[in-house]
């Protein structure tokens, strides 16, 4: 069974930086693409970054250059680097892992709060 545990999500102050982490285990089949969502206090799920199998990355534009995606692929582990944080990005960050078994499969981590103060 995969499971995604997410950690380094906090509170830092405006202009401040994180890092977040997803470490995947339980893989024994081929990843196809893995990411990041966020959800806000009232607001949908939106996506953040994805990052594909052949390292092929895509952002949400209002986080393009100050957020960055990266994968360790020997240890099944999403990173998701943010700078410059604005109040704005405060939300719940989930991890997700799509993964190639008998059908796609997409797998959620069970997400970590990240707080920006103005």
């Known amino acids: 069974q995969v499971q995604l545990v997410e950690s380094g999500g906090g509170l830092v102050q405006t202009g401040g930086s994180l890092r977040l982490s997803c470490a995947a285990s339980?893989?024994?089949?081929?990843?196809?693409?893995m990411g990041w969502y966020r959800q806000a206090p009232g607001k949908q799920r939106e996506l953040v970054a994805g990052?594909?199998?052949?390292?092929?990355?895509d952002y949400k534009d209002s986080v393009e250059g100050r957020f960055t995606i990266s994968r360790d692929n020997a240890k099944n582990t999403l990173f998701l680097q943010m700078n410059s944080l604005r109040p704005e990005d405060t939300a719940v960050y989930y991890c997700?892992?799509?993964?190639?078994?008998?059908?796609?499969?997409?797998?959620w981590g069970q997400g970590t709060q990240v707080t920006v103060s103005s």
């Open positions: 339980g893989v024994t089949k081929s990843i196809v693409a």
């Open positions: 990052i594909s199998s052949g390292g092929s990355t």
């Open positions: 997700y892992l799509d993964y190639l078994d008998v059908n796609l499969k997409r797998y």
